[in-house]
Every structure is written in C-alpha cells, then in structure tokens.
C-alpha cells in the first residue's frame, strides 16, 4: 500500500527521494483529499459533459431542422430560377432557329433561280414566254366557247320537256332522211 501511494505521490509530483516518512504520510493523507477532489472534478466534468452532449444533440437536430427548411428553400428557388431561364433559353433557341430556317430558305431559294439560269437561256426563256402567251390565248378562247355552250344550253334547259321531244321527234326524223338519202344513192348506182 505505501508502494502505491509512493507511486500515486511520484505520478502527481509531490513525492521527492529526499522526503521523511511522516511527511510522505502527510502527502499521502493530502493526496486521499487531493484525489477525492479529482475525482468529483472527473465527476462534475463527466455530469457537465453529459450536460453539454445533450445541448448538443438538440442543437444539433434544430440546426438540422433549419438546414433542411433552408435546403428545402433553396431547391425551390433554384427550381424557380430554372424555369425563368429554361422559358427564356428557349425564347432565345425559337428566335435563333427561326432565322436559321428563314437563311435556310433564302439559300434554298438561291439554289433554284441557279439552278433555272443555268437551265433556260435568254432565248428559251422568250420562247417559252411565247408558248405560254398562245397557251393562254387557246385557254381563254375554250373559256368563251364554253361559256357559250353553257348559255345555249341554259336557253334549252328552259324549254324544258318540249325541247325534249322537240329533240326526239328531229333526231329521228333525221335518221330516216339520211336511210332515205343512203336508199336513193343505192338506186341512183344501181340504175345507171
């Protein structure tokens, strides 16, 4: 036990070689009280850590709470932002794609009166103004008699069942004309 307490006496340097043994007794008993007194500061400072882990748990889980109200807030916004930019890039990708389309026609365009003046010449293309001016000239004459035709047989359709009859009684008394006409030309050879 004095071992020991040598040992405890030397470990908290109290003890010296040089000391007597009432006073090493003297430091041994001082150090019952030195080390009671450790010991409820070991204790006080355990109780106040444990004091202080649990203040830091609810710390900690609020802070959390805000964390996450402050991500969760975040992510909305950014989400907002998003969509304003993502409408307003694709604003901008339409304008930019509609004067694309609109220089891809224009080329388009360019290639073919290319292509045409490679084709027609001055003179094929006169011709082809003349053929088109007689063309035209031949549609509006059938455009007239058509018109014509249309109003003849308008004044017919007036008539209405008459004109019909008129038109049966005519059409065979032309048939038989024209059998009487065959049967005379075939005497007329026959008698000769």
Partial sequence: ???????????????????????????????????????QQCQDAKSQQKEQMLLLEKKSAAYSQVL????????????????????????????????????MILKLRMEELKI???????????????????LEGAIHLQEQDMEKSRQVLNSYEVLGEEFDRLVKEYTVLKQATENKRWALQEFSKVYR
């Fill in 116 to 134: 045409l003046s490679d084709t027609y010449t001055v003179e094929k293309v006169e011709v082809h103004r003349l053929i088109r001016d007689r």
């Fill in 68 to 103: 996450l109200r402050c991500l969760t807030l975040l992510q909305r916004l950014l989400q907002e932002h998003r969509l304003k930019t993502q409408s307003e890039l694709d604003r901008i990708n339409a304008q930019y794609l509609e004067v694309k389309c609109g220089a």
């Fill in 1 to 39: 036990l004095g071992e020991k307490a040598s040992r405890l006496l030397e470990k908290f340097g109290r003890r010296k070689d040089a000391d007597s043994e009432t006073v090493k007794a003297a430091k041994v008993w001082k150090l019952t009280e030195v080390l009671v007194g450790e010991q």
